[in-house]
């Protein structure tokens, strides 16, 4: 069994990696939003958005079994039940198939209808929104198939394989912007074509590795009525949860395209853009993290997976910030230096998303536990029916006339509604100590939060908007951060965990 040395570094190692590929990722990615947003224009930017929302609203079906794949492989993994994990593969995969076959059915019949008699789209763009959503769905069919071969990567914690496929794919994404400026055609079809395209070579490269990486994912028709049983039986608990992640998110898009039209859509890209780029900071964390929280359980090494999702609900949060209180002090500067043209409604959207899923980055490690203990009925009726309530509650907010960025302000209310229930659900689950999280994580991250923004917020109130306060802003936020996290965020034992970390990957890197 690996030591917890060996465990805490293979951490590390993985978070190096998948970090190296998000700074890369990130310069990109918001290059190339700039060029797409001009190149299409504010209208055909906005229904590309909302467009693809409508096909992600039919994925909560993959999205739950997607979580079941990732449980179950690193669980097997974590138990060293080799035979049973290439049962498994194939059976998850028969699965997958299945779903793809469905959702091609919805998309093609509830989708359509959706998207011909409800969505807001001016009548001159409709040819176009339709070749968007048919190549939307060719890209949704290719992602859900792709699953079980991305979540083997995930269990065997093959972090620097995701990392250079993901560098790939964003250097491909940058030829692809570049095509469309140099093609003389309808941009916005072109767009959705070039990204089926770029989604379908990536694939099949992931494929390609996993068979030769790893003797579970080569397929053989397998059926074991039990299995099949306890797959289904778990991703059906997870499904509800996955229902309530899309009607928290591209639901109410939608709703806002019902209500304002394709403008507001192109605002909420905008913020979802900043908000992903940022988020990735906790997504590339807790990815590494979560291998070993399932597979602590399994080998039931309780008194590690505790120490390892206590750390990591505040590390995580902790990194979010680092990178955030700086957008979220200048939102407005950074997205007129970045875009040129701002459509209204983006940076008030911008800053609730950022505050939405810093709240939402504390609960990472609390939703990989409540999955590694496999009993998540009551867990996923609680906290989905939570979450679920803020698209209702948006409608009748967005129909009493409210401004549309109460849906973001109800989103975060939700959010935090339900990382007290996960807390409440999981003293149950795993015996986690609440009082135990509420003083080493909540109460740490409170007070560097107050302690952190007096600064930056002084030095912006009392310097004129440009280049110069951005940078001054963001230079002391990140020193306030730092310097408060070392006096009151972090015990002996984990300062000295952060300088073994730092030492272990300047040794990596010689």
Known sequence: MPSATYKNNTIIKNTGLLYVRMFFTLAVSLFTSRIILNTLGVIDFGLFNVVGSVISTFL????????????????????????KLIQLFSSVLNIHIV??????????????WFLYNKLNIPNDRLSASLWVYQFSVFSALIAIIQVPYNASIKSHEKMGVIAYFSIIEVSLNLILVYILTLIEYDKLK????????????????????????????????????????????????????????????HAVNILLNLFYGPILNAAMGIANQVSNAINSFFLNFQMAANPQI?????????????????????????????????????TNYILKLWLGIVPEFAVIFTFLGIINILVDSISGSLITAAHA???????????????????????L??????????????????????????????????????????????????????????????????????????????????????????????????????????????????
């Not at 068979?211 to 997870?238: A, D, V």
Request: with cysteine.
């Open 60 to 83: 909560f079906i993959n999205m739950s079994m997607a979580a079941t794949t990732q449980r179950f492989l690193s669980f097997e993994l974590g138990k060293g039940n080799h035979e």
């Open 99 to 112: 779903i793809a076959l469905l959702i091609l059915i919805l998309a093609e019949t509830l989708g359509l």
């Open 190 to 249: 072109l767009y959705a074509i070039l990204v089926f395209l770029l989604k379908l070579g990536v694939a099949y490269g992931y494929r390609v590795y996993c068979k030769k990486s790893f003797s579970e994912c080569h397929y053989k028709f397998y059926f074991n009525k039990e299995l099949y049983k306890q797959l289904i039986s778990y991703s059906g608990w997870s499904l509800f949860g996955n229902i309530s992640v899309i009607a928290k998110g």
């Open 294 to 330: 399932i597979k602590s359980y399994a080998s039931k090494e309780i008194d590690f997976m505790m120490n390892l999702i206590y750390r990591s609900s505040k590390f995580s949060f902790l990194l979010l910030f680092l990178l955030s209180l700086p957008v979220l002090i200048e």
């Open 373 to 395: 203990s496999g009993r998540i009925k009551n867990y996923q009726i609680i906290v989905g029916s939570s979450l679920i309530l803020s698209l209702p509650i948006s409608y």
């Open 397 to 510: 907010f967005l129909k009493l006339g409210y401004k549309p960025e109460i849906t973001l302000y109800i989103g975060i209310f939700t959010s935090i509604v339900a990382l007290f229930l996960r807390l409440i659900i999981l003293k149950n689950l795993i015996n986690i100590s609440i009082k135990k999280f509420i003083s080493q994580v909540l109460l740490k991250i409170l007070y560097i939060i107050i302690f952190s923004v007096i600064l930056p917020l002084f030095l912006k109130l009392n310097l004129d908007e440009g280049f110069m306060r951005f940078a001054i802003v963001t230079v002391s936020s990140i020193i306030c951060i730092v310097l408060t996290i070392n006096a009151i965020g972090i015990n002996k034992e984990e300062k000295t965990l952060i300088k073994n970390s730092i030492r272990f990957l300047l040794k990596n890197e010689k």
